[in-house]
Every structure is written in structure tokens, then in C-alpha cells.
């Protein structure tokens, strides 16, 4: 996986529970991204970083905030889970190359109940 | 219309044959484009990744871009029982971002 571990692997909460996802890399790369991947829907971007303090919205980033203090981490934070927000969420990272490919982490599959 | 489209399949093919997926785009400023493996339960996995018109050959696996028309295709030759997935077309304008069609389920029967 390229380098990339995420944390928790699998969790469980409950609805109205804050919720930190982390996705630490090893490879020094500038972009990070975290996606979620729901049947039918394919991977949505929630939110990315381009570099240590500096982030932007993706399409589905509603009920999402991020966080990176350091090159190697990238938090995502859901302030109030929704049973909605249960899926599967992909961390990747990307460097400034040609094709600019994107790697991903193992995952971390959500269950809000 | 969704940004990048592909059959959900599920497509399934004898072992020894020839995967054909294909994949169209809407956004005629799109500058690379990829493809991705992902196994049931596990995450998606970098197989090919082509930027020019024509043909890209990685082993087993061909890419093919028609920017005019606005399609990449996949191309899985001798498929294996390995080569089962489902496997995620990507689409990156001129940026860092990537739009990732729903995926088409590859099943390869022996």
C-alpha cells in the first residue's frame, strides 16, 4: 500500500458521536487526499491537502473537516456521525509527476449506528 | 451526466480471453487517465495510467485513449482467474484531482 497506513481499520459508533479518521504516509508526497466509497457510487473526495496547512473541499465534504500538521498526516474528522457517513473511507497520496497517479491506503470501514 | 461513466457489468469472460472494458469522460480538458484493480474487500490498486493518444502495453494489460471521442478502454489479455475484480476508471483534469467512474465487475470463469 505504497506506504500508507490508516487508523482505525474497522470502527463502530454511534450516531451524534464525534469520529477521527487518520491516514499517515511514509513517502513524503505533497497531496492527500480521503475519499469514501459507497455501493453504486464509486470513490467521492471528501476533502484534500496540497501541503501542511493547506486543504480544500471535494464534492461530498458536507459534515466533514481535515487536518494536516505534518507532511506524514491527514485527519479526518466527522464532528457528529450520521448513519449516513457509514462507508468505507480510502486515504491516497499523490506527488507532482506526470500522470500524477494517486495511491491508496488499506481503508477504514465506518459503521454509525 | 456523470463526469466519467462505465458499465457496471458485472462482464464475464472464459479464462484465455480477452477482458474488453471501456470508460467515457465528459471533460474534454482531461489530461490523464487511469485505471485501477480493486479486489472484493480491499483497496483500489494502480495497474495502468496512460496520458497520449494510442495504445499503452503494460504485460497482460493494454490501455487505450481516443481523446476525440472521449473514451479509454482496458484491454485484459489471456484473462486469468486472478484477474476477477472490479477494476475503477479515473479521470484527472489539470490538476490533483481525480473523477472515478462506479467500476466494472470483471468475472473470469474457468
Known amino acids: 500500500d505504497a506506504g500508507i497506513t490508516q487508523s482505525p481499520r474497522h470502527k463502530v459508533t454511534e450516531t451524534g458521536t464525534p469520529v477521527t479518521l487518520r491516514c499517515h504516509q511514509t513517502?513524503?508526497?505533497?497531496?492527500m487526499y480521503w475519499y469514501r466509497q459507497d455501493p453504486g457510487h464509486g470513490l467521492r473526495l471528501i476533502h484534500y491537502s496540497y501541503g501542511v496547512k493547506d486543504t480544500d473541499k471535494g464534492e461530498v465534504s458536507d459534515g466533514y473537516s481535515v487536518s494536516r500538521s505534518k507532511t506524514e498526516d491527514f485527519l479526518l474528522t466527522l464532528e457528529s456521525a450520521t448513519s449516513s457517513q457509514t462507508s468505507v473511507y480510502f486515504c491516497?497520496?499523490?506527488?507532482?509527476?506526470?500522470?500524477?497517479?494517486?495511491?491508496f491506503g488499506p481503508g477504514t470501514r465506518l459503521t454509525v449506528l | 451526466q456523470k463526469e466519467v461513466e462505465q458499465n457496471s457489468g458485472p462482464l464475464s469472460v472464459p479464462e484465455g480471453a480477452i477482458a474488453s472494458l471501456n470508460c467515457t469522460y465528459s471533460d474534454r480538458g482531461s489530461q490523464s487517465f487511469f485505471w485501477y484493480r480493486q479486489y472484493s474487500g480491499k483497496s483500489p490498486e494502480l495497474i495502468m495510467f496512460i496520458y497520449s493518444n494510442g495504445d499503452k502495453e503494460d504485460g497482460r494489460f493494454t490501455a487505450q485513449l481516443n481523446k476525440a471521442s472521449q473514451y479509454v478502454s482496458l484491454l485484459i489479455r489471456d484473462s486469468q482467474p486472478s484477474d476477477s475484480a472490479t477494476y475503477l476508471c479515473?479521470?484527472?483534469?489539470?490538476?490533483?484531482?481525480?473523477?472515478f467512474g462506479a467500476g466494472t465487475t470483471v468475472t473470469v470463469r474457468a
Open positions: 491516497a497520496i499523490s506527488e507532482e509527476t506526470i500522470g500524477n497517479e494517486q495511491f
Open positions: 513517502e513524503n508526497h505533497r497531496y
Open positions: 479515473a479521470v484527472n483534469l489539470n490538476d490533483y484531482k481525480l473523477s
